[in-house]
């Protein structure tokens, strides 16, 4: 079954950068599938931060997060990443992996989420 | 990119319907059949409803269902169950290549 894993709850210092991981099994990784990356700061909405296409590595990321966002992934071990820096308090959020088919809003599997918490 | 505009809160009685609107504008709603519905409860992580404006994937149920008119989408919810009272969020693709979520709309089953 499809089934993404993300890395543990993580505690960083404002201005420091924090790297979540999303390990993909079930399915071919880098077929058919974009990996985006999605938020949830506290008591707060749904933000769509980007996109990765595993297969070509190619990335486009939401306008807010230019500069500071930085998608990858491992073919080798069916594992995408999101790294962020110049953290910010208004960076505390759950961070989410979705798949989805295309570049369009269809995520049909999610990750559990990964807390990072900002805090001097 | 602004978010959808959603009602922050609706409820209804069980076996009742009731409908969530997203509200966004001609660069993203009313511009493209790309439109999905999520449910979160809390704590976990949200599950697709509906994608394309009107489908729904394998194993949800046909209780729920989704349209579109001009630049705002809708959720109907009908035959409601306890089960159904949740957080559900809008998205959409956008003209700038990009998605936007709407602010979310907590539901209460009475």
């Known amino acids: 079954q499809v089934q993404l894993v993300q890395s543990g709850a993580d505690v960083k210092n404002p201005g420091a950068s924090v790297k979540v991981s999303c390990k993909a099994s079930?399915?071919?990784?880098?077929?058919?599938?974009?990996i985006h990356w999605v938020r949830q700061a506290p008591g707060q909405g749904l933000e769509w931060m980007g996109w990765i296409n595993p297969n070509s590595g190619m990335t486009d990321y939401a306008q807010k997060f230019q500069g500071r966002v930085t998608m990858t992934r491992d073919t080798s071990i069916n594992t995408a990443y999101i790294e962020l820096t110049s953290l910010t308090f208004d960076d505390t959020a759950v961070y989410y992996c979705?798949?989805?088919?295309?570049?369009?809003?269809?995520?049909?599997?999610w990750g559990q989420g990964t807390l990072v918490t900002v805090s001097s | 990119q602004s978010a959808l505009t959603q009602p922050a809160s609706v409820s209804g009685s069980p076996g009742q319907s009731i409908t969530i609107s997203c509200t966004g504008t001609s660069s993203d709603v009313g511009a493209y059949d790309y439109v999905s519905w999520y449910q979160q409860h809390p704590g976990k992580a949200p599950k697709l409803m509906i994608y394309?404006?009107?489908n729904r994937p394998s194993g949800v149920s046909n209780r729920f269902s989704g349209s579109k008119s001009g630049n705002t989408a809708s959720l109907t919810i009908s035959g409601l169950q306890a089960e159904d009272e949740a957080d559900y969020y809008c998205s959409s693709y956008t003209s700038s290549y990009t998605l936007v979520f709407g602010g979310g709309t907590k539901l209460t089953v009475l």
């Open positions: 079930g399915y071919t990784f880098i077929i058919s599938y974009y």
């Open positions: 979705a798949r989805a088919r295309t570049t369009t809003p269809l995520f049909d599997y």
């Open positions: 394309d404006v009107t």
